[in-house]
């Protein structure tokens, strides 16, 4: 599989795991979507059982350009998104 840059290829291993990741997903019948995602907690890990305060596990941002070096996300892997899809991630 080739990668728009170097910096989105890192954050798309990292994805499902605590910290940021970078993937694609499908959403209903739109094209794909592509989504920065923040996890306080790897994806195979128990959440807390109280907390004095509201939590939040999962936060998504959906972008259309890569941060890192800019490139049209859905113009570069366009033919290529099952390759990096990982929908079964998504918060959305």
């Given amino acids: 599989m080739r990668f728009c840059c170097r910096a989105f290829e890192y954050w798309y291993g990292m994805a499902g795991t605590r910290g940021f990741g970078a993937f ?37 941002l ?9 490139t049209k996300l859905d113009e570069f892997y366009r033919g290529h998104e099952q390759h990096i899809d990982r929908t079964g991630l998504k918060l959305l």
């Fill in 24 to 60: 694609a997903a499908e959403i209903g019948n739109t094209p794909t979507t592509f989504v920065i995602q923040h996890r306080a907690l790897d994806n195979d890990a128990t959440p807390p059982a109280f907390s004095p305060s509201p939590l939040s596990l999962v936060s998504d």
């Fill in 62 to 70: 959906i972008i259309q350009f890569c941060p890192w070096c800019g």
